[in-house]
Antibody, heavy 120, light 107 residues
Framework: EVQLVETGGGLIQPGGSLRLSCAASGLTVNTSFMTWVRQAPGKGLEWVSV???????DYADSVKGRFTVSRDNSKNTLYLQMNSLRADDTAVYYC??????????????WGKGTTVTVSS | DFQMTQSPSSLSASVGDRITITCRASQSISRFLNWYQQEPGKAPRLLIY???SLQSGVPSRFSGSGSGTDFTLTISSLQPDDFATYYCQQSYSAPWTFGQGTKVEIK
């Protein structure tokens, strides 16, 4: 069974740092495109970042320079290092696998999410 | 960034009803459009990719159509499990962007 499990969320003060983890089973993170998507309370979905199978990364403008996505192939785990956190980073953070078919990309496997709350 | 606009923002319907949700892109995205379902407190679930391709395991009452800037998601006969929020998402140009969501409620 393909599964993604996020951990690492919690309550953090503004300006603080947090590292989220996404442990994968049934898929290999270093041969997949892996993304982070977040959802602020009562709001819609926002794409945050991606790490491609070759290791290239990309970020939403809202987190560029503050967040870093990485992976540990030996642990088959994806990470999101979040620095200089702000109140508007408060959200449920989901990791997802991005698959493709004939140039169409889509997120077909999702974790259950981990909640990050930035507040003093 | 490509803006995605869904309508309506919410709708009320009964079990057995046929419903249609519309998604409009700010520029042409060909057929690079996906649909997701999200039940309260749960992760999104992929329903449709590439505008009209049904994801494996998704019931056939779900269908998608459209190209360019205008797309639709249709549920042919609404079931109790279908009361949820639906999001469209474009994968034509990074960064990927989502519509604001359409909440389907029980009438």
């Amino acid at each position: 069974e393909v599964q993604l499990v996020e951990t690492g969320g919690g309550l953090i003060q503004p300006g603080g740092s947090l590292r989220l983890s996404c442990a994968a089973s049934g898929l290999t993170v270093n041969t997949s495109f892996m993304t982070w998507v977040r959802q602020a309370p009562g709001k819609g979905l926002e794409w945050v970042s991606v790490i491609y199978s070759g290791g290239t990364t990309d970020y939403a403008d809202s987190v560029k320079g503050r967040f870093t996505v990485s992976r540990d192939n030996s642990k088959n785990t994806l990470y999101l290092q979040m620095n200089s956190l702000r109140a508007d980073d408060t959200a449920v953070y989901y990791c997802a696998r991005e698959s493709s078919h004939k140039r169409s990309s889509y997120m077909d496997v999702w974790g259950k999410g981990t909640t990050v709350t930035v507040s003093s | 960034d490509f803006q995605m606009t869904q309508s309506p923002s919410s709708l009320s319907a009964s079990v057995g009803d046929r419903i249609t949700i519309t998604c409009r892109a700010s520029q042409s995205i060909s057929r690079f459009l996906n649909w997701y379902q999200q039940e309260p407190g749960k992760a999104p679930r992929l329903l449709i990719y590439a505008a009209s391709s049904l994801q494996s395991g998704v019931p056939s009452r779900f269908s998608g159509s459209g190209s360019g800037t205008d797309f639709t998601l249709t549920i042919s006969s609404l079931q109790p499990d279908d009361f949820a929020t639906y999001y469209c998402q474009q994968s034509y140009s990074a960064p990927w962007t989502f519509g604001q969501g359409t909440k389907v409620e029980i009438k």
